[in-house]
């Protein structure tokens, strides 16, 4: 069954992030740092690597993969909840090379900011924590009803 709990938008934040940067750990210490434990994040840019990742349903494992080259990024939409106490932020990421074609998955560390704008929304709203669910193996949120 579905879960879904109100949240109220409160403070927006857009800015750009840092040449060279690490892509989803410096989206995190941006979280981290302004104390946002609830929100969502957006972005466009380039990267000049990318390591994604494909969670196997059958294994339970994510497989990392990585590409090794200027790539757009067409499309960054994520989330912002708590993990171990910490904000974690869960994006998911899609990339274009020169020809167009898009490559995608779920945003790892070990992607490297060549340009990025972003727009990081806190809300304000009950506290949404990750733990382990057993149907998926994943850390999902573990509120109920
Ligand atoms: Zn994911």
Not at 42 to 63: H, K, N, P, W
Not at 107 to 135: K, M, S, W, Y
Request: hydrophobic share 45%; glycine share 8%; aromatic share 10%.
């Amino acid at each position: 069954m579905a879960v879904m709990k109100k949240v109220t938008p409160a403070k927006m934040f857009m800015g750009k992030l840092t040449y060279g940067a690490d892509l989803l750990e410096e989206l995190t210490e941006l979280c981290r740092r302004e104390n946002i434990h609830l929100g969502r994040v957006e972005a466009l840019g380039a990267v000049s690597r990318v390591r994604l990742a494909f969670y196997d349903q059958q294994t339970r494992e994510y497989q990392f993969f990585e590409l090794d080259q200027p790539l757009e990024i067409t499309k960054l939409v994520g989330n912002v909840s708590i993990k171990d106490g910490k904000p974690m932020v869960h994006a998911h990421v899609t990339l274009a090379d020169e020809a167009g074609k898009a490559f995608g998955g779920h945003l790892a560390p070990g992607t490297i900011v060549f340009a990025c704008e972003f727009i990081l929304q806190a809300f304000e709203g009950p506290v949404f924590e990750r733990g382990f669910d057993e149907q998926t193996g994943l850390p999902l949120w573990t509120m109920s009803e």
